[in-house]
């Protein structure tokens, strides 16, 4: 049987995602198991964790050879044990004797310009590091606000709006639930701030566009493509996700809602539903070939679309570990899809394709 295993910093991350890939996985005469990068031994290069046991449909503990293909679902913080899981997964990234479902993508600046001189480049935001907290809040101009994130940042956190006012430099974010605003009067106080924020961690800044829908809220498209067991690229699902009322982001951790791609489109002008729907096809059609001529290969991409108040499309957003909430939510239909295709790809990496495939190519939805 063909050993995959399923990594995570911590083994109570994707608990339910990966428990619907095990229960699932004799079917296609796999044994699925779930470890940490940490508890991988040095010395006998054994891992412990934990194997999925069909007749029980649970967990187990136990100890195993390093599986023959790792999904890779890990999501680091600005901790120690994060420093030593990501070592680690680049180790075993750079065997040969180690197939890995996905390699993933760089952090946010890195991806920025490896594809910025692409034919991607008219629809990406301007994006450079925070460097000087002082230097960086003097050259803020006004009425030209500007969005920071994290450079390594995932799931909308860490995302602020800055705007030098007359009152001062006004700074927006969002919880979960709320929308923050602060006022700095003087420009001590607000650099102080920020190097507090960016010694913990890497930033970029970006130029503000204004992606809120006629009633203010913040609203992105979120699409879903993977590659099939032949190794073509499919679009799963489109959606949009709305964000609160006066709001900055539109992501589900931070109390967004999801509604279908085809009932938002139908509230827009034709002519413009037209042009977004065809550049949408476009963008989607070259996005990961193009990423793939750059970096080692992927098995799925969640990629966030915003369209401004102009019109104007942008890329947000493109995450080599996206979530499936958007999908189930709005197709359920595609569950058996969703959760069997880490397990036919895993196959297909590790045996080969059919014969009568042909990979890399694109099917939309």
Known sequence: MLSLGLMTVNLKNEKGYFYELAKRAQAHNIVCYR??????????????GEQFNPIT??????????PEVIYDRCFYMNDPHSSQCKAIVKWLKARKDILFLGHGLPNKLALYEAIVHSSLSPYLLDSKPVASAEGFIQALSPQKPVVI???????????YLLEKTSKGLRVQTDTQDTHLTRTFAAFQPAIEWLNRLTCKQDYLVQPYANL???YNHPFDIRTLLQKDENGNWREICRGIRTGMKDGIISNLSAGGTITS??????????????FISKELDDLLSRIPSIL?????????LGIDIGVSDTGAIWILDINSKPGRTVALTLKPELTETLFNAPLLYGKTIKFGYSETSISGGFTAR
């Open 35 to 48: 470890f940490v990068p940490s508890s991988i031994h040095p010395l006998t290069q054994k891992v412990t």
């Open 149 to 159: 994130k994290p450079v390594n940042g995932s799931q909308g956190r860490g995302i």
């Open 212 to 214: 809120r829908n006629e």
């Open 261 to 274: 791609f085809e009932s938002w489109m139908q509230m827009i002008p034709k002519p413009q539903s037209e």
């Open 57 to 66: 449909s649970e967990w187990e503990q136990d100890e195993f050879p390093i």
């Open 292 to 300: 793939e001529q750059t970096f080692p290969p992927l098995f799925e």
